[in-house]
């Protein structure tokens, strides 16, 4: 069953992001993460298909690189 969750960021330009994304990549293979950063909360979105999206790794994830990011209700 595939899952989704959005967070907001402080993420704020591309390269930024690129690198958020590819620590994601590596720690997490079976996640799929974009960002929209023109949205106004600097958007990351991540899915899987397999299994369920550990909100807290991945907050702690980006917390260590540096980054803010917090859960957005659905």
Same mark, same amino acid.
């Given at each position: 069953?595939?899952?989704? =969750?959005? +967070?907001?960021?402080?993420?704020? !330009?591309?390269?930024?992001? &690129?690198?958020?994304?590819? @620590?994601?990549? =590596?720690? +997490?293979?079976?996640?799929?993460? !974009?960002?929209?950063?023109? &949205?106004?909360?600097?958007? @990351?979105?991540? =899915? ?6 550990? !909100? ?19």
């Amino acid at each position: 069953m595939k899952q989704v =969750e959005i +967070f907001k960021t402080n993420i704020c !330009n591309a390269n930024q992001s &690129d690198q958020v994304i590819q @620590l994601l990549s =590596e720690r +997490f293979q079976e996640y799929k993460a !974009n960002f929209d950063l023109d &949205d106004c909360d600097q958007i @990351l979105r991540i =899915e899987t298909a397999f299994g369920v999206i550990n !909100n807290a790794k991945i907050k702690q994830l980006l917390a260590s690189a540096g980054y803010f990011c917090q859960e957005l209700p659905d």
